[in-house]
């Protein structure tokens, strides 16, 4: 809406209005309303207008443009504008937009109120894109049976059936009033309060400024006091002519004409204002007091109906009120049972897992010894050494062999050399004794 301007907000109204004058020219009155005993969309009845801008829209069209607001507004011409029953208003929308495709000249078979709504919906917008009219919104938006898109459908439904059944618009015949000759007066005739307040003003002025006499004085009082008495016998029988009464009354009407101005700040205005806002309260409250009436005694009905069948419901269904609360309870119950049963059932899945996991281990030993027992890997590692062994052990042996051989020259070596000097220290002293 605000990609199309500030009065975007306001089509879906205007459109509403254009559709139900295409329909009334289709006359829907007669040939699909009261086909299905549905009343006219004029005929709706007053409902409280919606808040934010759909109130908006209504109390600006409702005022014809003027900046007041309406306390209540006529639904009927903006039936598919408002959410007001959407299940009425769908199957309202589906009827209309069946008989207006019938109309358009394709046969079209009338929706019934238990079908699939997806189905009608989807068939309405094939009949409205095989018109050549482009639909460029969801499905969705017509389950609701008002809003704009529902006002577009109808509205191109209603233009192809004024297209088929021949409907043209007409140049509007303007009725010829004709203009009252009003009798227009000089200025200077008028006689306004301003200059008569001036003329007495002048008057008085000048009654100050002349002497009062006694003497002229009586004898004007007397001469009056005579006319006077002259006049009321002249009253009892009239002498003047009544067309010359006439042609007076004629030539002094303007100057006795008193205009009176008006001022927009005079209170005279605002108790006028006041009381034209007090009739057209009490007209209102009239008509509205009396939808309310009917609305409130519906509302009473329908209200006394729902606790007689609620009543009738609750004596009907009490065995099997008594079994679902006895279900609930046992319900409960089991819920209660299954809680502490889970809780022992996690203990017993956490022991499980931790003998898992030992039986684990253990199983993995069992397989390690299995797996060495079975293979000749420490065999041939116990050939191998006892190889090593044995060639260590040859070659200890030579080395102790070696070394028993060098300790015993050096044994054979000292002996010798023992011997040796035994000799030595023997021979000498023999020889010193012989000689």
Not at 40 to 55: F, I
Not at 66 to 95: D, I, K, S, W
Not at 282 to 308: A, P, V
Request: with cysteine.
């Amino acid at each position: 809406a605000a990609e199309r301007g500030p009065g975007a907000a306001y089509h879906t109204f205007v459109l509403m209005e254009d559709l139900l004058d295409k329909l009334k020219l289709l006359s829907y009155e007669e040939e699909a309303l009261r086909r299905h005993n549905m009343r006219p969309l004029s005929r709706c009845p007053s409902a409280t207008a919606p808040g934010g801008l759909a109130r908006k829209a209504l109390v600006w069209l409702w005022a014809g443009g003027r900046r007041e607001e309406a306390p209540r507004v006529r639904v009927g011409r903006h039936y598919f504008a408002l959410p007001t029953n959407p299940g009425e208003q769908f199957f309202m929308f589906c009827t209309l937009a069946a008989w207006l495709i019938t109309k358009a000249g394709h046969p079209f078979e009338q929706p019934q109120e238990y079908d699939d709504p997806n189905a009608i919906i989807s068939n309405v917008l094939s009949e409205v894109r095989s018109f050549g009219r482009p639909v460029d919104f969801p499905p969705s938006k017509l389950k609701a049976g008002y809003g704009e898109q529902a006002c577009y459908v109808l509205d191109c439904l209603a233009e192809e059936a004024l297209k088929y059944t021949g409907f043209s618009w007409k140049r509007p015949a303007y009725p010829t009033e004709e203009l009252e000759e009003e009798e227009i007066t000089e200025d200077d005739a008028e006689l306004t309060l301003n200059k008569l307040e001036e003329d007495v003003v002048e008057e008085e002025s000048d009654n100050e400024e002349n002497f009062i006499d006694l003497n002229v004085l009586k004898a004007q009082t007397y001469r009056s006091d005579m006319n006077d008495s002259a006049k009321q016998e002249e009253i009892l029988q009239s002498t003047t002519d009544a067309a010359e009464w006439n042609l007076e009354v004629e030539r002094v009407l303007p100057q006795l004409k008193v205009t009176v101005r008006t001022d927009n700040k005079d209170w005279r205005i605002h108790v006028d204002q006041m009381h034209q806002h007090k009739d057209g309260i009490e007209s209102s409250l009239k008509e509205t007091r009396g939808y309310l009436d009917k609305l409130h005694n519906e509302i009473s009905r329908t209200l006394e109906k729902i606790n007689s069948r609620e009543k009738y419901i609750n004596n009907q269904l009490e065995h099997l009120v008594q079994e679902y609360r006895s279900a609930q309870a046992s319900l409960s119950e089991a819920k209660e049972k299954y809680q502490e049963g889970s809780g022992g059932v996690t203990e017993r899945i956490r022991v499980l897992s931790e003998i898992t996991e030992v039986l684990e281990k253990v199983k993995q030993e069992t397989e390690e010894k299995g797996s060495s027992m079975t293979d000749g890997a420490p065999l041939v590692k116990i050939k191998q050494a006892l190889t090593k062994l044995k060639q260590e052990t040859i070659q200890m042996d030579i080395q102790i062999g070696v070394m028993e051989h060098t300790l015993l020259q050096s044994k054979l070596k000292e002996k010798s050399n023992m011997t040796r000097d035994m000799h030595a220290t023997m021979i000498p002293e023999a020889a010193v004794g012989a000689y």
